[in-house]
């Protein structure tokens, strides 16, 4: 038995010497963005014998991955749209979480966020922390002030990076980005101020 993944992520290593082809449908979905779970991958696309062929959902999906990951990886892009209705993928976009109270709707936000990045959860949480300050009583927070404090806490490099994430907020219905009349973009949070704080205490019990 393994104790740890890196352990059988080694077995793999000294043990396989034929050719083993993984083929995994949408790399960048729910159950595989985690940093772990990524690392992983790329640690097998490492090996010579191994040779992964995956689908990508999200235009922005080669940010998941750092550059130790893509020199793993050595993507070779293809662009393969079936041009195929999204009907089913936007069946239930509008049900999740604006329609909900209480703690179905805070069940919904922590699954939503298990599904993402440690990055992704860390910008969440330092807008969540600031809607919630006293001294904010605009309960929002502009996107440079954002883009400031991640940069400074190194979980983005860039605005590129940062506009990818609130994407994917926008697209879960946790945010809303507003350009304000002074010019400021601004950002709202979508959940009410009592399943915030659930959020955080949450959190903390975690921890």
């Not at 990886?73 to 209705?85: D, G, S």
């Not at 329609?99 to 709707?105: A, D, K, L, M, R």
Request: with cysteine.
């Amino acid at each position: 038995m393994f104790k740890t993944p890196d352990e059988q992520l080694n077995a793999i290593n000294q043990n396989l010497n034929s050719p083993l082809y993984l083929v995994i449908h949408n790399i960048d979905g729910n159950c595989l963005r985690d940093t772990s779970i990524q690392y992983s991958l790329s640690e097998l696309a490492s090996n010579k014998f191994i040779h992964i062929i995956a689908s990508v959902d999200h235009v922005n999906s080669s940010l998941l991955w750092d550059q130790i990951q893509n020199t793993c990886f050595k993507w070779i892009h293809f662009e393969v749209n079936t041009l195929e209705a999204y009907s089913d993928e936007i069946m239930f976009e509008n049900s999740l979480m604006l329609s909900q109270q209480g703690n179905v709707q805070l069940s919904s936000m922590i699954h939503i966020l298990k599904s993402l990045t440690q990055n992704a959860k860390n910008i969440f949480l330092i807008m969540v922390q600031h809607v919630l300050n006293k001294e904010n009583t605009k309960k929002s927070i502009t996107f440079s002030k954002l883009y400031h404090e991640c940069r400074e806490k190194f979980y983005v490099s860039n605005e590129l990076t940062l506009r990818a994430q609130l994407t994917e907020f926008i697209d879960h219905k946790l945010i809303k980005l507003k350009t304000e009349a002074d010019g400021y973009e601004t950002i709202f949070l979508l959940v009410d101020e009592k399943n915030l704080k659930l959020y955080l205490e949450d959190l903390k019990d975690k921890i």
